[in-house]
Structure formats: C-alpha cells, structure tokens
C-alpha cells in the first residue's frame, strides 16, 4: 500500500536510503560533506516519497549567481545581467548569493562552493571560463539556468540572445553604408558559442552580399582586465596594419568605446573618417562621443528572465527549465555614416 504523504518523515528517507537522519540533513541543506554518490542515493528517496523541505513554497529560495571572470573586475555585461537578477529577486521570497568564481579570488570547484553556500540552484554568467564543469553540476542535477549559452542538459537550462543575426545585420547595414573595408574585433572565442556567432554572422554578410573577406581585418582576441582595453589594443593593432579600414566592428560595446579611442588618438573623426559600431546597448552607449551604434539585446531581461525560470521549477510552477532565445535589435546613432565617396 502506497504510503501517505504525511507519514513519511526524514526518519523513513534515511531508513530508505540506509543512511542516518544526520546524513539526510546533510543532503537537504545542500552540505559539502556528503559524497556525491550517497547524495544521489538519498535524493532518489526523497523524489521517490516526494519528501523534500527544500521544495517548500513558503521557504525562501536561495539562488547562486556565478559570475565567472578572468580577474575580480564586473564590466556593464554583468552590471545589467545582475540587475535584470536583483528587479526579480526584490520582489519574491528568493535570495540571491553572488558567486564570484575568479582563479584568483575563488579556486575551488564550482559544484563544491555551490554546495557550501546551500544554494538550491545556480545561473551561470560567462559560461566559457567554467564549461569543463558544467558536467559535475548536471551529473549533481544542480537546477542551472545558463544566460547567452545554449547548452541543454536535464536541469540546466537556458535564456540566449541572436547573436548571429544582430551580427549579421549589422554587418548588412556597413555594407549598405558602402563599408567593403570592416575590421572585426573578437571577444574570446574559446567556448563561447554566441561570439564565434558573431564571427559568422560577420563573414555570411560578406559572403551575402558577393564580396570576400580579409583575414587580416579580424583581430584575435587580447584578454586584459578591462574589456575596453582590449578593444583599445586591438583596434590599434588593426590600425596599424594600414589596410583602409572604414568601419570597424566590435564584439561589444566596451570594446567599441576602446575603438573610439583608438581612433581618437591616430587622428581619425568618428563617424566623418571611420565608422565604429558595437554590440549590447549598454546603458552608456548612448552617451559616447559620439554616441555609438550598436546591436541592441536585452541584457536585464535575461537576468530577469534567468532567475525567474529557477524560481518556477524550483517551486513546481514548470516542470522543465526552458531553452529561450531573445531577438536582438539594430541601434544606429552618430558613430556609423555612409563611406564618403
């Protein structure tokens, strides 16, 4: 006979699972000092009696937000993630604990610190310096939402902009303008399926448009600790090359507002001599000198999105973590113009 849901105890779960009450605890409270193989044997009793505190609606929800970076330092990207995550958070039983996870600041496994702040789940922001782990946390069947990586497990799921069609058409909109010479700036490309993307979409505008592209206008990446100064030191690199550059494309805007520098300081006018534009509409884009073009994706929205699908599944609401994408929308200010004839 089928037991009833309220005789079932966290006596009965650790009988099941031939662990002791302590052990249970453990489990519940998402400690660190339980074995992954017990944790999952007592976690298939707790599903199994559907016997879980942590599934409570009434509990306040405790949410790791991991912010993982080269060194301590949060560009506007994360800014505006982090606020889309703070607008829902403020206004439901859901607690967030931001999770910096930094080579430099906070070596141990992310499964590991997950579990040592008792976090119920997890959204991951820059998932390229934290992929190989991604595996431990679907193995653990840690509930993550992914923000700008589309990687689907069982309980990790994900909120992604259309990185190769605001590429793509920003791209499309220089070659309108008559740009032919488009240098391209990259962001890390490694693990990062959203900026190979943007790559892409850069060389399928070309490819559209009948013309061939010149692999000496796209620029590797050069990490620092500061996205605009890489956008800085690649366009300067780009410059150098002197290959009649007209327009100059960037992964982001950061970036962009390094090439606004760049240009600055070689002498060239924005937009009257070179055209830059950028990708994201951070808030300040509109507030450069000159204001910057830029492909618009809806960067607080994901947050809020992101945070707010955890929530749902955490409380039974949704069954599943959804895989959504957000469209991405063309912004032209004054630093792009048609090529003088």
């Not at 976690?43 to 970076?69: H, L, M, W």
């Amino acid at each position: 006979m089928a037991r009833r849901k309220k005789d079932i105890n966290i006596k009965l779960v650790a009988q099941e699972a031939d662990v002791s009450v302590a052990t249970v605890s453990r489990v519940v409270n998402n400690r660190t000092d339980v074995s992954e193989a017990v944790r999952q044997r007592v976690q298939a009793v707790i599903e199994k009696f559907n016997f879980s505190p942590t599934k409570s609606i009434d509990r306040r929800i405790n949410i790791g937000v991991i912010v993982s970076i080269d060194q301590p330092v949060i560009d506007e990207y994360c800014a505006q993630l982090l606020d889309g995550i703070a607008k829902y958070s403020g206004g439901t039983n859901v607690d967030i604990t931001v999770i910096f996870n930094c080579a430099s600041v906070n070596p141990k496994p992310l499964l590991q610190t997950i579990r040592e702040r008792r976090c119920d789940a997890a959204v991951l922001i820059s998932v390229d310096h934290v992929f190989e782990q991604l595996a431990d946390l679907d193995r653990a069947e840690i509930p993550t939402m992914l923000i700008n990586s589309a990687i689907k497990r069982d309980k990790i799921g994900y909120v992604n902009n259309e990185s190769y069609s605001g590429a793509f058409n920003a791209i499309c909109f220089l070659l309108q303008l008559g740009h032919r010479r488009i240098g391209f700036l990259c962001n890390s490309l490694v693990n990062s399926e959203n900026h190979q993307q943007r790559l892409n979409g850069y060389y399928d505008a070309f490819k559209k448009a009948g013309f061939s592209v010149d692999p000496e206008l796209i620029i590797e990446h050069q990490p620092t600790n500061h996205t605009a100064e890489a956008g800085y030191r690649q366009a300067i690199k780009l410059l150098e090359r002197n290959l009649d550059v007209t327009a100059i494309f960037c992964t982001n805007d950061e970036m962009a507002v390094g090439a606004l520098k760049a240009c600055w300081e070689r002498g060239l006018n924005v937009p009257n001599d070179i055209s830059v534009m950028g990708f994201d509409d951070i808030p300040y884009a509109q507030y450069t000198h000159p204001a910057l073009s830029t492909v618009r994706q809806p960067l607080s929205e994901l947050g809020y999105r992101a945070i707010k699908y955890l929530d749902m599944y955490l409380k039974g609401v949704i069954s599943e973590l959804p895989t959504e994408v957000i469209g991405t929308e063309l912004v032209i200010r004054e630093s792009t113009r048609a090529i003088k004839k």
